[in-house]
Antibody, heavy 121, light 107 residues
Framework: QVQLVQSGAEVKRPGASVKVSCKAS????????MHWVRQAPGQGLEWMGI????????AYAQKFQGRLTLTTDTSTSTVYMELSSLTSEDTAVYYC??????????????WGQGTLVTVSS | DIQMTQSPSTLSASVGDRVTITCRAS??????LAWYQQKPGKAPNLLIY???TLESGVSSRFSGSRSGTEFTLTISSLQPDDSATYYC?????????FGPGTKVDIK
């Protein structure tokens, strides 16, 4: 069965960077795009970006351009989300999500459990 | 960027009611729209993709439709377990975007 397991909660100081991992299993890793979506406390879902594990091509929301980096490690079927220059506005639960169909950037249907990132001085 | 709006922002309905949530895109997204249900503390759950295709395992009480750039999620007979926030999501063009959500309460 498809599983996405994310790394644990993080507490960071303003100005720092955070790197969250999403380890996939139960399917052919390179065949499905992976999204990252975040949700600030009490707020809605915010799309951050997407990566194609086959080749590593990415697309990011303009809001995160320059401080968001998505990468993959195909040897461990893991996707990474790194966000730099953190502020309190980045406090949120971060989710990875796998697309519902192979080889196209479609909507996610499998999700990680979420990783809480808290930015506080 | 394609902006997604949803209405209403909240609704309260009784068990057995027919409930409709509307999502509008700021430009054409063809049928590249999904609907999600999210409960507190949980990841979103895909209900509908490509505007009207029911995700495997999702109750047939949920259905989706499209008219131009207006999309509708219908719950045919509201159940207590349907209490949640519902989001639309366009995956037509980057950057993908979500609607602001509709919170559904049971009276």
């Amino acid at each position: 069965q498809v599983q996405l397991v994310q790394s644990g909660a993080e507490v960071k100081r303003p100005g720092a960077s955070v790197k969250v991992s999403c380890k996939a299993s139960g399917y052919t890793f390179s065949s499905f795009y992976m999204h990252w979506v975040r949700q600030a406390p009490g707020q809605g879902l915010e799309w951050m970006g997407i990566i194609n594990p086959r080749g590593g091509s990415t697309a990011y929301a303009q809001k995160f351009q320059g401080r968001l980096t998505l990468t993959t490690d195909t040897s461990t079927s893991t996707v990474y989300m790194e966000l730099s220059s953190l502020t309190s506005e980045d406090t949120a639960v971060y989710y990875c999500g796998r697309t519902y169909i192979v080889e196209v950037p479609a909507a996610p249907n499998y999700w990680g459990q979420g990783t809480l990132v808290t930015v506080s001085s | 960027d394609i902006q997604m709006t949803q209405s209403p922002s909240t609704l309260s309905a009784s068990v057995g009611d027919r409930v409709t949530i509307t999502c509008r895109a700021s430009q054409s997204i063809s049928s590249w729209l999904a609907w999600y249900q999210q409960k507190p503390g949980k990841a979103p759950n895909l209900l509908i993709y490509k505007s009207s295709t029911l995700e495997s395992g999702v109750s047939s009480r949920f259905s989706g439709s499209r008219s131009g750039t207006e999309f509708t999620l219908t719950i045919s007979s509201l159940q207590p377990d349907d209490s949640a926030t519902y989001y639309c999501h366009q995956f037509h063009s980057y950057p993908f975007t979500f609607g602001p959500g509709t919170k559904v309460d049971i009276k």
